[in-house]
Each structure stands twice: as C-alpha cells, then as structure tokens.
C-alpha cells in the first residue's frame, strides 16, 4: 500500500522524500553527477591524480566537520572551525620546525588551545546565553588577529618529515595515506554519536533541551563540551592540513567554518538540532569537495566561488530545516 501511495505521488515530491530519508545517498548521488559534470567540461579532470586529491580532501573536511556535526546535533553551531585550523596549523609548523621528535609538543600545544576555545564557545553560548552565530564569528575574528599577533605576519617551520610522510604518501599506489587517520577518527565519532551515553544525551539535548533537562540531564555540560569537542577535532585537522601543505599562513584555512557547516547541513543534520548522522556528514564532505573541484576546474574567480557556496547554504537551510523542530 505504501509503495502504491509513494509511485502516485508527484516526481517532486518523491525527490523531497528521498532527500530527507536519504540525504547521505542523495549527497553521494549529486557527488557523482557534478564530477560527470566537470569531466564532460573539463576531459582532463578524469585521472588517478585528481580523484586522490577528492579523496584527501573529503577525508580533511570530514575530519574538520566531524565537531561540527556534534555541536549542531546538540543545538549549537560552531564558526570557529576554520579559524582553530588555521592556528593549528601555524602552531603545528612553528613547533615541529622541521623535526619529527617535535610532534608530541605541538599535538599538546594545539589541543590546549582548541579546548581554551572550546570552553570559551561554550561559556559565552550556555551560561552567558549570547547566540551562538555572533559569539563564534567574534572568536574566530579574534583568533585570525592573534595569528597575526603571533607571527608577525609571517608564520615561520615546516611540518616533520615523517609527520608529512603520514599525510601525503600514497597506499597502493593512488590512496592518500590519510585514509590511516580515518580508522581512527570515524569510528571515533560513530562511537560518540552512537554508542556513547553521552551521544544519546546530545541527541536528546538537541530535539528538546527541557525536555532533557527534566530527565536529569545537565544540559549545559552537554552543550559545553559539544564546543570543546568540536574546537579539538578543528585542530587535530588543523595538523593534518599543516601536514598536507607542510607550511602554514595566517587564515589559510578559515573557509572551514563554512565549508564545514555546509557539509553538515548537507548530510542531513538539522539545523535546528537533534537529528543527523556522521555517515551523511562524511557524504556532504564529498559533495563539497567535488563542488569546489568543479568551480575550480571553470577557473571561476574567488569571490564567484564564494558567492555561489552562500547560495548553496542559505537553499540547504530552507530546504533541509522545513521540519517540526524549527517551528517548535
């Protein structure tokens, strides 16, 4: 009966069902189209080389969405992701310079200040009561200019050897090494969201925060280390990035913020809180990824680029967050 309702429903309609029960495919789906897209505009962009560099990439913006996805899940939201990398990353050089012994100081270093940041986020956003938006873009602008404070301008190191050797070296012959960080880092974050008692108080945190409350929950330790989880997953990407491009600028990284939140929003996490998965997150990183790789592919200028990623999230948010939560 149900089949029969759904074949006589509009094509439309059936596309909106399937995008909302299966956003995570729905991503991989479009993933796939835009790159047929770019090779049939570019022939060129069809090689071993270029679908390694998407498969580095989406693992890095997955890794950096990994946090995101938590602090939306649990109602937050997080514009400090790119800017935590980018200083992770000048942290990451500055303290290796050059010297694979040097990893252990600068992991301390930048977890250190991924959580001062992290605890910051979630200070001003819980127990102050400031929105979320304006709190994290005010941090993140302050952590731009300290970069800046820091280095004069001009972050100085190299990354280790071995460290870049981890990053960028190949698995049977085309894998991105990085795909070694990911058996670590993805069934990390499945196991917080999943089997964790404390993904199952984020979730329910996320739908009602009364409501959890009521149940015995403590709603701002919830919400409060969403943030410091979200800041540590920004720098241990921050790392890898530095690791990747093996130097590091002031701000190099700062697109994060919204390429990350696109991500998620794009795999199904709701804006709104209480609802999204890691698996569709890892998808919508994909989906970025080829989208920049195909506007980049077109030689279109920056700010073209980054005019139509502000198209793309303000369409994702009035189509992805048409749900009760929001008018809760």
Known sequence: MQNNTTSSMPFSMRVRLFIRHSPARMAVIIAILLYGATVLMVPTALNMGAISSIIMLTLLLSFASAGQTIVLIGGGLDFTVGAVMSTSAILTVNIMNNQDGMFLPAFIAVMLMAVT?????????????????????????????????????????????????????????HIPSLALYALIIFPLVFYILNRSRY????????????????????????????????????????????????????QMFDDYAYNSLIAVIVGGTAFSGGVGTYTGTIAGSLLMVVLTNMLTALFLPQPIRNIVMGVILVLLLLFYNRKKAVRQ
């Open 117 to 173: 940041v992290g605890l910051i986020n979630g200070f001003c956003t819980v127990k102050i009561g400031l929105p979320a938006l304006i709190v994290t873009l005010a941090i993140s602008n302050v952590i731009s200019r300290l970069q800046y404070v820091f280095t004069q301008g001009s972050p100085t190191g190299y990354a280790g050897p071995a460290f870049v050797s981890t990053v960028t070296s190949r698995i049977f012959t």
């Open 199 to 250: 993904g199952r108080q984020l979730y329910l945190v996320g739908n009602n925060a009364t409501a959890a409350g009521l149940t015995g929950i403590n709603v701002n330790r919830v919400k409060i280390l969403s943030y410091v989880i979200s800041a540590m997953f920004a720098g241990f990407a921050g790392m890898l990035a530095a690791g990747y491009m093996q130097r590091a600028q002031c």
